[in-house]
């Protein structure tokens, strides 16, 4: 089992988010304290981070298998996230 630790932005992005979505992105990270790598998130080039897709949300993520600690540090619009 993985703790899950949300940043003051990441919080934020989601307190933005249309009230459906903000529900789901709760819910999918809420997944990730079981599966931190689940099928469908892919890992971003040149990092050691994770893109989780949520409608046209991104759930951005890095994990770090020693301390079991999944740390996520934005949620964007996927035509912002990678920018």
Request: positive net charge; charged residues 40%; hydrophobic residues 35%.
């Amino acid at each position: 089992m993985y703790k899950v630790l949300v940043l003051r932005r990441a919080i934020k992005d989601i307190a933005n988010l249309p009230k459906e979505y903000a529900r789901l992105v709760s819910q999918h990270i809420e997944r990730l304290e079981e599966d931190p790598r689940p099928p469908d998130a892919k890992r971003l080039k040149e990092t050691t981070d994770y893109s989780l897709r949520v409608g046209v949300y991104r759930i951005l993520y890095d994990i770090d298998d020693e301390s079991r600690t999944v740390t996520i540090y934005r949620v964007r619009h996927r035509r912002e996230a990678y920018r």
